[in-house]
């Protein structure tokens, strides 16, 4: 397949998202993303950062299987997080779950550094060689349990998580600046819910339900939590 039927394949999923955006409007709060996020999504090549197998379904809106009993997300799923977290070019994001590396990707194009960590291997080292193929070199992976953050770069402007805990971990609330957000799902797998959680500059944090999601598990979740109110 070649580069021009990539490239159109990325408009028509471009499209979709728009179209899905309207549908969950009351939901979301708003009839449109932002059009940064959506032009940034234009540019990464989801093809590039899924396995070769799975190539011809890369701009399907539908999460595909990356191995290891893991996905990458939708991609409506990782546009309206992308949105909600309201990115600034200097900001310092962590991201939990790196996955095959394209919301890394997503996040690099509209963030200033992106700390990303990943819990399998093998997954990880398949985000680096992705990541570096498609020249972004303001993307640092950690292979670790993501439930701990990463405190050596704390504080965070903004923290997504791709793995759903029941509760929001402490040590991510801990990682966030004053002033961030972190967009986050959280839940049993029958009830889980899109939230954005948000510090003031005392500290205090406030969350807000999005709408209902379905992630796999956040592993390390028996630990100690942070309860959403």
């Known amino acids: 397949m070649s580069v021009e039927y990539f490239d159109e394949q990325r408009r028509q999923l471009i499209a ?7 549908q969950v409007a009351t939901r979301i709060g708003k009839t449109a993303l932002d059009r940064q996020v959506l032009k940034a999504m234009t540019k990464v090549p989801r093809h590039e950062f899924v396995p070769a197998e799975v ?21 409506f799923m990782v546009a309206v997080m992308t ?20 919301q890394s990707a997503v996040l690099a194009e509209l963030a ?4 990303s ?10 985000a680096a060689r992705r990541l570096k193929r498609q020249g ?29 805990p029941d509760l929001i971990p402490t040590p991510l609330i801990n990682q966030l600046k004053a002033g961030g957000r972190m967009v986050i799902p959280v839940g049993l797998p ?5 939230v954005v959680a948000e510090k003031d500059i005392d500290g205090r944090v406030t969350t807000k339900e999005i709408m209902p999601v ?12 942070f309860r959403a109110s």
């Open 16 to 22: 979709a998202i728009d179209a899905h955006t309207e």
């Open 83 to 102: 949105d909600l977290l309201e990115l600034k070019p200097d900001d310092a994001v962590l991201e939990i779950g790196t996955g095959l590396g394209y």
């Open 190 to 194: 029958s009830a889980q819910q899109l």
């Open 55 to 75: 190539q011809s379904f890369a701009y399907l809106d539908t999460p595909l299987p990356i191995g290891f009993g893991k996905t990458i997300s939708q991609p």
């Open 136 to 164: 972004y070199s303001n993307v640092d992976i950690r292979v670790a349990n993501g439930y701990l953050g990463w405190p050596e770069h704390a504080p965070f402007d903004k923290v997504i998580v791709t793995a759903a």
């Open 117 to 126: 960590v990943e819990i399998i291997d093998e997954l990880a080292e398949g």
């Open 214 to 225: 379905l992630f796999s598990l956040l592993e390390g979740s028996e630990q100690p939590s």
């Open 112 to 115: 200033g550094r992106v700390y």
